[in-house]
């Protein structure tokens, strides 16, 4: 797309609300993550489903393949200013997770966990949206290992650090804490709209992940 084109289309995402404050468009997907990418064996891989509930689970592969799917259309914007636009997603809603788990009353948080020791504090209750998925697909063809697959947490709402590469764990607890790279300086929320990046904009950590 020549450059006027991608520009005009950017002033349109801005004048109908889709684009961030300090975002601009991109129509590519830049790769971006801490550490290497994991190997995946979908005959050991298995999601850990832990903490403050009723009935803590573990997924195969296959098991977690079974469950009920959905596919979302959703914007994605990375911290590091760029946005992509009307990404379709494929997988399963973090909900059905949650109905099969039974949170218990004091379960207000989860602890993300993924390959590579990287993790990522979201409130449970922006899981609950209907737009959040542990996605495997981002039609029209699977996820790429890159992009974090075999499966990553889509929270479209949030910067795209919240969405974590590479799921293997999710933890459900009382109080919020800190994951990777919030405990190194960045926002515990991460709202894109208030520009949510640091916990102190004027000592920003280094680069982030996505």
């Known amino acids: 797309m020549p450059l006027s084109e991608r520009k005009k289309l950017e002033q349109q995402r801005r004048d109908d609300g889709r684009l961030p404050p300090g975002q601009a468009l991109t129509l590519k997907w830049p790769v971006l993550h801490a550490g290497e990418v994991p190997g995946f064996n979908s005959e050991t891989w298995d999601l850990e489903v832990r903490g403050l509930l009723e009935s803590p689970f573990k ?3 296959q098991e977690f393949q079974a469950l009920p799917r959905t596919k979302i259309t959703a914007d994605f914007h990375c911290v590091t200013t760029w946005s992509k636009f009307d990404n379709q997603w494929s997988g399963v809603l973090f909900r059905t997770i949650v109905e099969r788990a039974k949170p218990k009353p004091e379960a207000r948080f989860v602890m993300v ?3 590579g020791g990287y993790d990522s504090n979201v409130p449970l209750a922006d899981l609950m ?4 998925v542990l996605a495997d697909w981002h039609s029209p063809e699977p996820l790429d290992p ?3 697959a075999p499966l990553r947490l889509i929270v479209p709402h949030l910067y795209a650090w919240k969405s974590v590469k590479w799921v293997r764990g999710l933890e459900f607890m009382a109080d919020d804490r800190g994951g990777y790279w919030e405990n190194i300086g960045y ?3 991460g709202d894109p709209f208030r520009e949510e990046r640091f916990q102190d904009e004027n000592n920003p950590p280094p680069p982030t992940n996505k």
Not at 129 to 132: A, G, I, K, L, Q
């Open 59 to 61: 997924l195969t592969w």
């Open 113 to 115: 966990h993924a390959d």
């Open 129 to 132: 949206r209907d737009d959040v």
């Open 146 to 148: 890159e992009h974090g």
């Open 187 to 189: 926002h515990m929320y």
